[in-house]
């Protein structure tokens, strides 16, 4: 009799998670993802994740290129308030490994010009 409670009770749960998905779908809301799970937001723009109702920042600023480096760094500072270091470097320049979501690094010519899309690391 267990086995068959068993049985019933994950065929119930299984029959309630697709019902809830396709509900959600119609609803045009985002799926449930279940207990301890968190969706992925959305990355680009300076527009509003309808799902997560927080800002989204730009992560690469291909636009750049060729300008200014202390201009440059004056626009992500405006376009993404997350970054707190803005390090203008020369090409070839070493650099450590470490990825850091507050952190830009502008790769720059001998005349401060902008040679790569600068962008989050």
Not at 13 to 34: D, I, R, T, Y
Not at 38 to 55: A, T, V
Not at 57 to 82: F, H, Q, R
Not at 84 to 108: C, E, H, N, W
Request: glycine content about 6%; proline content about 6%; cysteine-free.
């Amino acid at each position: 009799m267990a086995k068959l409670w068993n049985v019933f009770m994950l065929f119930f749960l299984s029959l309630f998670f697709q019902l809830n998905e396709a509900f959600n779908e119609v609803q045009g809301k985002p799926a449930f993802a279940g207990p301890g799970m968190i969706e992925k937001p959305s990355i680009g723009g300076d527009k509003f994740d309808e799902r997560s109702e927080r800002p989204q920042y730009p992560m690469k600023w291909k636009s750049l290129v060729g300008t200014d480096a202390n201009y440059a760094a004056e626009v992500i500072k405006k376009e993404n308030t997350n970054v707190k270091t803005v390090q203008i470097l020369k090409a070839g320049s070493p650099v450590t490994m470490d990825y850091r979501t507050d952190r830009v690094r502008i790769f720059v010519d001998e005349n401060k010009q902008v040679l790569n899309a600068p962008r989050i690391g």
